[in-house]
């Protein structure tokens, strides 16, 4: 038997593969968005792998680091290190902001790390070029995706630092690629104020009686050395021993240090079911939204070239093709604008997706049920069409 | 003869009724007619005469109120249709020439006319060569690869009538089959469906207006307020 659908669409591929370019792109956004979506849950994740802890350690009941505000102060890890299966503990602060580069500036969360080797919590995993930070200051790693070259000079709040090595695919839970700086320098730049604040201050200090006691010479300078450090931290990342389970050594620090620690299980939980649940829905909605245009698309297309045939289907009824035959053409020409359609927003995704300026990740999986969404979407678009060809009487074949 | 008037076509006491109560309207009121097999007969009626009804209910695309009608050997319709299917029965037993030739515009000439032995289930290979041997048999076989859009009016409805003897049927309805032909072409028509009617024993009716072929027919059904009346024609050879 002869494939009408095929035939059909051999005859008017033009049409087919136009209107199946132009299906092509929306169904290329649909699986973009759920790209996006993967790859803020992959962002998540790798924020989580890269930082080379077992167990973060936050101020008590806070959501620390990533999806709240955490203050710690920064001896708090010598404790800390000392509490059974804790290997390693590394303090770390956290810092979204704008870094000059130039004329331009660029996003990035800001990473103040303990200076140190690789595999130490906190430090860049890997680098792509160049080494890692070895001074105390004024030296940076950052993620290419900065944009920012090895040697130069970048400016964060009042001090410049020097690139010294490159790191790929660190970047924050919202996408923004990092720049890891020495601790010191970033607890400085976190509370870091303008010199006419810095003046406001003292003089402020200076004239309450509290800290400027006659009697008590030295007070004022102690209280104003003091309003010019910041001895915090956002947090403490923890590796265990070999041997240990996280909550076994988690348990503990709860307790006795009064701190919140979350294990990786936890803090995935905390970053995918808190801090990127809202936009996940936001995505969802699209796709949901995507979902019903193209099946409106599908559904007014097929129609359209269902009517645009109707004196054929009057003729193949009336010479004796059955019903099901009927709705099969039109099914499987439905079936085959959706392919071609997904075929096109398959590559038309794969080829935009890196250049969008966060991680979208496409995956195989994805792929695979956005077919299936797209097949069964086209079943369900051509049912109108199928029912307006069932109803072509065949006596419109004879005229009169 | 009497074998012969076994086949063919027989209707008797035809009647068709259209709406109900009041609006009611009876298109045909008894109509009677037999077409034997080899034979082209005209039906030919003025505007909202019933042509086309009749025309639907031999189609088998309406039915009729009441009556009894005959294809072959087999009762097809006696006060009600005698057979399930009544598209295994259009596909099988009936032939249709339309006005316009009406080719599926997507399937090329070959196809065209093969694709009613295939919905009858045969292969496609027989399918074929069936279509094929016909379209000689029309003089169309040179076209057998090209698409319906490009053959000219004549060869379109010569590839139609292919497609509706292609199964063989005891009948073939043509509906106004020489309206968008000129004269010469009509005739040509007209002369190629009394060929094929002769070659494969095949009944046609032939409802037309066309003047230019009535003088054609041997014998005329004339169809005014829903009954037919049976006239001999000219039978005017063919120039």
């Not at chain 2, 109900?20 to 009677?32: E, F, H």
């Not at chain 2, 074929?128 to 029309?138: D, F, N, P, S, V």
């Amino acid at each position: 038997m002869i494939s009408l659908a095929g035939r059909d669409i051999l005859h008017s591929w033009g049409k087919f593969v136009f209107t199946g370019i132009g299906l092509g792109l929306l169904i290329g956004v649909t699986l973009t968005m759920a790209g996006v979506y993967r790859g803020m849950v992959d962002d998540a994740k790798v924020l989580l792998d890269n930082s080379g802890a077992d167990l973060w350690v936050v101020q008590q009941d806070t959501l620390g680091p990533y999806a709240e505000p955490s203050s710690l102060y920064d001896d708090v890890y010598r404790t800390i290190l000392a509490m059974p299966g804790v290997s390693r503990a590394a303090n770390v602060t956290y810092l979204t902001m704008q870094i000059r580069q130039g004329d331009s500036d660029v996003r990035a969360m800001v990473v103040g790390v303990v200076p140190g080797g690789p595999g130490e919590p906190g430090q860049p995993g890997y680098l792509i070029d160049g080494r890692q930070i070895t001074r105390g200051h004024y030296e940076a790693v950052a993620d290419i995706a900065t944009g920012f070259k090895l040697g130069q000079r970048i400016l964060i709040r009042r001090n410049h630092y020097t690139v010294v090595g490159l790191t790929h695919r660190m970047v924050s839970s919202g996408g923004d690629p990092m720049v890891f700086i020495p601790l010191k320098d970033a607890q400085e730049a976190q509370f870091l104020k303008d010199n006419d604040a810095i003046v406001q201050q003292r003089r402020r200090t200076a004239v309450n009686p509290a800290f400027n006691r006659p009697g008590t010479p030295g007070l004022l300078d102690a209280v104003i050395a003091s309003q010019s450090v910041n001895p915090y931290i956002n947090a403490v990342l923890v590796q265990v021993k070999p041997g240990f389970q996280p909550e076994a050594v988690a348990e503990p620090i709860r307790r006795w240090k009064r701190l919140q620690v979350y294990t990786r299980i936890q803090m995935e939980e905390i970053l995918i079911g808190k801090l990127i649940a809202t936009a996940a829905k936001q995505i969802g909605m699209f796709l949901v939204i995507l979902a019903i245009v193209s099946a409106a698309i599908v559904a007014f297309i097929i129609y359209t070239l269902t009517l645009g045939k109707i004196r054929e289907i009057a003729v193949l009824k009336l010479i004796g093709t059955r019903n099901r035959t009927i709705a099969g053409m039109i099914l499987q020409q439905a079936l085959g604008l959706g392919a071609i359609g997904f075929v096109v927003g398959k590559i038309a995704a794969t080829f935009w997706a890196p250049i969008f300026p966060k991680y979208v990740l496409l995956e195989p999986g994805d792929a695979v049920r956005g077919f299936i969404t797209v097949m069964v979407i086209c079943v369900l678009a051509s049912v109108l069409a199928i029912r307006t060809a069932l109803k072509v009487d065949p006596a419109e074949a004879i005229g009169g | 003869m009497v074998d012969e008037l076994k086949k063919g076509i027989r209707i008797k006491g035809l009647r068709k009724r259209y709406g109900k109560g009041d609006t009611a309207v009876d298109a045909l009121k008894g109509v009677d007619m037999q077409v034997t097999p080899g034979e082209v007969v005209g039906l030919i009626g003025p505007s909202g005469s019933g042509k086309s009804t009749l025309l639907k209910c031999l189609g088998a695309v309406i039915e009729p109120t009441a009556g009894h009608m005959t294809l072959g050997e087999e009762v097809i319709y006696d006060n009600t249709w005698m057979m399930p299917d009544l598209r295994a029965l259009r596909r099988d037993k009936i032939g249709f020439v339309f006005q316009a030739p009406y080719l599926i515009p997507f399937l090329d000439v070959t196809d065209n006319v093969a694709l009613l032995p295939m919905l009858a289930g045969r292969s496609n290979s027989e399918s074929r060569k069936r279509a094929l041997e016909l379209l000689e048999a029309l003089d169309v076989a040179h076209r057998a690869k090209a698409m319906p859009s490009q053959l000219s009016g004549g060869e379109q409805q010569r590839v139609s009538i292919a497609r509706a003897l292609v199964n063989r049927p005891p009948v073939i309805l043509a509906d106004e089959p020489t309206a968008p032909l000129d004269s010469e072409r009509a005739l040509a028509v007209i002369r190629i469906l009394n060929q094929m009617a002769h070659q494969y024993e095949t009944a046609i009716i032939v409802v037309t207006h066309d003047e230019k072929i009535i003088p054609t027919f041997k014998r005329i059904y004339h169809i005014r307020d829903g009954k037919t009346q049976e006239e001999a024609g000219e039978g005017r050879a063919f120039e």
